[in-house]
């Protein structure tokens, strides 16, 4: 009986140490496949990381391209480029990206003679012949020379008065109702008071290049919502919007060469050049230009006049409306007084058309370079000269301006009113291009074929 209960007792704990062997195994079974899911799971997680990490690799390497093949186009440098005459293609296998087997980028550029179109391959090949590719196609328009009023390397100073700069549309014939406010004032300083706009009212915009503009206790940054406060009620809490300034502006000031040796002598500065119907344009070229101040020259075609030295006009420069256009190109200083460049509509309030004055310099950084306008009359005209002082002065305590400027430095002196013609924006440079826009080609139906070219 009482070997037969320890038999019985035996039996009951080998059971009950059999069902708790079992309960392990399933248990430790269970977290085995838990352990291997999670694994399976991480190292999922772990490819489609590195599989993100090449995509975006893979768009960085696609935009170098971009950008390689852009400063190909602004430099007119096309070395390590082929091409068949019209088209240019480029293969760039310089890269070294950590845990890819292989990297290149393959760039077209195509429609050079019109909107060039760019089409960038960055390709990344990984182990077990797997591989990743981001494909962006990049449209380029013609950098405007003039889409600022007033546009600065370095500072923008406003002194004496009350200076007023807004902007207006020239193909609207007449001047009453004809203000906008976009007369952006503009550098692409990142100093302290690059801008500095005293008591001067800005119907527009500030743009710098990182600082704060130094702004006086009169001073105005305002638009057409705030006209009404500004200009009526003289509320100085509306004097400033703050919505209109901005810190990140940049841009690039291409130096501007002088038309290439050529062009007649002058046949003097009291006469009248140009070719009244348009369609012939008369080059000349001078080493000094002086106007004197009974002189006129009357302007009546299309004009480019380059002058090597220095430029002083005393006299008028006057432009005729129906087909007189001036391109100037200056090498040295330039000092324009008394009546100066005239160029007015013949119902004096039309607009007027400062494309039809164009002045360049041609200077080099650090030249010194000087232009200086002043004078009794309104000045309708473009200037571009990155790398001189302009000064805007009045005659007396005013003066007016239509068009608009570039310049390393730009001072404005009295009581002046400047006018940007928002028309100068379509005046471009075709040595210099700009992205207009930016697409990632992802469809499959989209999808460029490089195998024409490489």
Known sequence: MEANCMLQVEFFARKRSGSALIAVIMVTTFVSFVIAGFLRMADQQLKDSNKTFFYNACLDLAESGVEDAIWAINADDYSGWSTNGTDYWKKIIHFNLDGAQSVRVRVVMTNLAT????????????????????????????????????????????????????????????????????????????????????????????????????????????????????????NSAYFVDTNRITNDFSANFDDVPAPPTGGSALPGTNTTIGDPTGSTIEYYRVTDLRIGNSDTLNIVGPVVLVV???????????????????????????????????????????????????????????????????????????????????????????????????????????????????????????????????????????????????
């Open 115 to 234: 909107t060039p179109l760019i089409t960038s391959e960055g390709f990344v090949s990984l182990a077990g012949n797997d591989s990743v590719a981001k494909q962006i196609q990049v449209e380029l328009d013609p950098r405007s020379k003039f889409p600022n009023g007033l546009t600065a390397k370095d500072t923008i100073t406003f002194s004496g008065g009350n200076a007023e700069v807004d902007a207006y549309d020239s193909n609207i014939v007449t001047l009453a109702g004809n203000r906008m406010d976009e007369g952006t004032v503009a550098t692409v300083s990142a100093l302290n008071d690059a801008v500095n706009i005293a008591n001067a009212s800005i119907f527009g915009f500030i743009a710098t290049g990182g600082s704060s503009p130094d702004i006086g206790p009169n001073g105005k940054v305002y638009g057409q919502d705030r006209v009404t406060e500004v200009e009526v009620h003289n």
């Open 308 to 454: 090597e030295d220095d430029a002083v006009v005393k006299g008028k420069i006057v432009i005729g409306q129906v087909a007189g256009s001036l391109e100037m190109y200056v090498g040295g200083n330039l000092d324009v007084t008394g009546s100066g460049m005239v160029n007015v509509p013949a119902i004096s309030s039309n607009s007027p058309k400062p494309n039809k004055i164009l002045v360049y310099g041609t200077a080099s950084s650090g030249s010194g370079q000087t232009f200086k306008l002043a004078g009794n009359g309104s000045l309708a005209a473009g200037i571009y000269a990155p790398n001189a002082e302009v000064q805007l002065k009045g005659g007396g305590s005013s003066g007016e301006m239509f068009g608009a400027v570039v310049a390393e430095d730009i001072k404005i002196n009295g009581n002046y009113a400047f006018h940007y013609d928002v028309r100068m924006r379509e005046i471009t440079d075709e040595r210099s291009y700009r992205m207009s826009s930016w697409r990632e080609l992802t469809k499959g139906s989209d999808r460029y074929d490089f195998l024409a070219y490489f």
